[in-house]
């Protein structure tokens, strides 16, 4: 993962967010975050934005669409 703000892993970023969250606000706190999964650079925000959900209840709903939009573990 390359994370150029040093705000830790992508289930601590998503444990920081204050629940629920909006889809937007969680795109804009994942805006910075790029993983390398299945070869292919992939920015979390875009991958949040990109969600058919609303919100998200809590931490472990957004991980879990993160994991399974990337298609592996983070």
């Not at 959900?53 to 991980?63: H, K, Q, V």
Request: with cysteine; hydrophobic share 35%.
């Amino acid at each position: 993962m390359n994370d150029p703000s040093g705000g830790g892993g992508v289930e601590e970023r998503c444990e920081r967010l204050e629940y629920p969250v909006m889809r937007a606000d969680a795109a804009a706190a994942f805006s910075d975050v790029t993983v390398d999964a299945n070869g292919d650079e992939t920015n979390l925000g875009v991958v949040v934005s990109e969600s058919e959900r609303d919100s998200f209840a809590n931490p472990e709903e957004l991980y879990a669409e993160l994991e399974a939009a990337v298609g592996e573990p983070l």
